[in-house]
């Protein structure tokens, strides 16, 4: 993040990777959509609320996303805007799917938090900012349905500053709410940004203007919100700290920028900010050293697998973020946990749903590899170096339920359902070393449906979850010897995960504390880093 970073390649400098996070329904999907609108990457954005076919937002591919209108799976979007290259990370926004989110987060440089104008930060937001500042992540905010009636704009600053401790720069400022909105002065351009009600689909019209004085201004707005808009600027500009892109590339500043997904507006200026401002493809951290993104061999890490997103190929797309170098297609990259070369021949880059075929592809760049199982969570694919990519979590879950297949004849199908859901991330699975049967650990209870629906779709295979005596787990840490006589004498509560990892499964915190008073030597964790 520093001025004396490598120059990096032209290709990778012009490439911008990025997620949005927000609270369900603060409009991320809209601001997604409208993103790839400007990007000309689709020619009209999918309401999600809209009618019949044209409701299927081109973002959410999975059928029980299209029918609850939430985002469930993270799916990755390149585009080009202007000169630049975006990839767009889309984060599952509901409470429930933290984990695939949080490990989301490790793949890309940069995050736009959506704030809904009304409600100001709400706590899934926070949970995930937590995240982004872990991770010293740049942010930049945008405070959306400005169009309908919201809070005060010194109010919802003074609230992102006070519950996010950052600091907060108007990028923009909007002129009226609410029926009243007519749109914003860009701060950061001296420009006048004019909101067309008629037609949603359209970029707002900008007009250049020297400063607030410019007699211009009073053709297009009201003459008593151009009074209050003088006044607020001027608070603003004495009470609030000047934009500086150091202290945001470091995390410690995020600018903001108010509008209407719903109506384009104040999207391209958001966009525009991200390209201008945003922060290049970044060094990553392994084990063993610094990669950085202007080295010549490619590495890249995989931090997301998604299974059947072709239900009519039993496929997995594991998701890669390339850390280094040039990749091409059918090239041969060292799959590092399993020590083989592996020839990547069909990689895909994704537009929504539709893929194509990746022929090339820079360090920033976000690629699916199609794969039978091979990839999991936290590989990494080298020219030959064993590295080993940190920094991707895979946490405790927090509900436990038990399994089983309607049909009892179809126990080793639901097995291998599970494998499968447990190598995507999507649930922990747990075989117990007592007894038959699974149990399945999961982050929120809504995931507990969705695995339902996905085993009945996927697999024609109706299930059951039924309630587990244990309510949490945790990876054992220690010494084998002390490990395998902790286990003898805790038969009950040992599994293993589908990695192969041994868990200890608890039903109350005095488990947890017994095991650590009479086996002094092991720890029990909440989580485990996804090494290979």
């Not at 405070?143 to 006070?162: A, G, L, P, T, W």
């Not at 610094?290 to 997103?309: C, H, L, R, Y």
């Not at 006589?485 to 293993?496: D, Q, R, S």
């Amino acid at each position: 993040m520093l001025d004396n970073s490598p120059t990096l390649p032209p290709e990778i400098a012009r490439r911008r990777t990025f997620a949005i996070i927000s609270h369900p329904d603060a409009g991320k999907t809209t601001l997604t959509e409208k993103f790839l609108l400007f990007g000309g990457a689709i020619q009209m954005a999918g309401q999600v609320r809209a009618k019949g076919e044209a409701r299927r937002t081109r973002s959410d591919f999975m059928k029980m996303e299209q029918d609850r209108g939430i985002s469930v799976s993270a799916s990755a979007m390149s585009f080009e805007f202007g000169h630049y290259r975006f990839n767009l990370v889309d984060t599952p926004g509901h409470s429930d799917f933290s984990e695939d989110t949080y490990r989301t987060l490790t793949a890309v440089d940069a995050a736009i938090m959506v704030i809904d104008g009304a409600k100001g930060v709400e706590s899934q937001t926070r949970k995930l900012f937590e995240v982004c500042r872990l991770r010293d992540l740049p942010i930049l905010t945008f405070c959306n349905k400005m169009d309908r009636e919201s809070r005060d704009v010194f109010e919802i600053i003074d609230e992102i500053q006070e519950n996010l401790a950052i600091d907060v720069s108007p990028a923009s400022w909007p002129i009226g709410m609410g029926r009243e909105f007519v749109g914003a002065y860009d701060l950061l351009h001296d420009r006048l940004e004019i909101m067309d009600r008629a037609d949603r689909n359209k970029v707002a019209e900008s007009i250049k203007i020297t400063g607030l004085d410019d007699p211009k201004l009073a053709e297009h707005i009201p003459a008593d919100l151009l009074e209050k808009l003088r006044e607020e600027i001027e608070m603003a500009r004495e009470l609030l700290p000047k934009f500086d892109r150091q202290a945001f590339l470091e995390g410690h500043m995020t600018p903001i920028w108010f509008g209407s997904a719903i109506n384009s507006f104040g999207v391209k200026e958001l966009m525009d900010g991200m390209a201008e401002y945003g922060p290049e493809p970044q060094p990553q951290n392994a084990k063993e050293r610094q990669i950085g993104s202007e080295e010549s061999k490619v590495t890249g890490f995989v931090f997301k697998v998604q299974a059947n997103m072709d239900p009519k190929h039993r496929d997995r797309v594991a998701f890669v973020r390339l850390a280094s170098g040039h990749f091409e297609r059918g090239m041969k990259l060292l799959h590092v946990r399993s020590k083989k070369q592996m020839a990547v021949s069909n990689p895909v880059l994704f537009l929504a749903a539709d893929r194509e075929l990746a022929e090339e592809a820079w360090a920033g760049d976000i690629i699916g590899i199609p794969n039978h199982g091979q990839l999991r969570i936290g590989d990494a694919l080298t020219e030959g170096e064993a590295l080993h990519f940190t920094g991707i979590p895979s946490f405790a879950p927090e509900l436990l339920q038990g399994v089983r297949a309607g049909d009892p004849m179809k126990a080793k199908h639901l097995e291998k359902a599970l494998m499968q859901f447990a190598e995507e991330g999507a649930a922990k699975v747990f075989k117990p070393s007592i007894g038959s049967g699974f149990i399945v650990g999961v982050v929120g209870a809504l995931q507990f449906e969705v695995l339902a629906s996905r085993i009945e779709q996927e697999y024609s295979l109706p299930v059951r979850f039924e309630g587990s005596q244990f309510n949490s787990a945790r990876w054992i840490r220690g010494p084998k010897a002390a490990v395998d006589k902790m286990a003898a004498v805790n038969k009950g509560h040992i599994a293993h995960d589908s990695d192969g990892d041994m868990v200890f499964l608890t039903r109350l915190q005095w488990d947890i504390d017994r095991i650590e008073r009479d086996h002094p030597e092991i720890s029990l964790t909440s989580t485990k880093e996804m090494m290979v």
